[in-house]
């Protein structure tokens, strides 16, 4: 039986937003309109090579290494995902800490 994540979802949500206002704050006023090329999956296999190399990394971490909103929102949604199935597992230990991700049971 699963048991529920101690993890509060919300802090969750909170660094998101942190890294998209980060992102838009860098980012020109005009904006061009463009296919977008991440995907959940790519994102998910880019997160598996850093987990590979890494027993942990912090939510902050990985989206310093976005380099556009759109990919911090692949990302997000391929933690998401992850976290869904059991591949990673996400923890903080205060409110204020940063959200960390780690090698899930899978």
Known sequence: MLEPSPFNRLDLMAAFVDAL?????????STVVHEWKYTIESQTE?????????????????TELAATSEEVITDFLAILEMAKYQ???LSQTNRSDPIKITKGDV
């Open 87 to 89: 591949e990673i597992k």
């Open 46 to 62: 880019a997160i598996r090579q850093i987990m590979g190399h890494s027993s942990s990394i912090t939510f902050n971490e990985l």
């Open 21 to 29: 206002k980060r992102l838009r704050y860098n980012q020109p006023m």
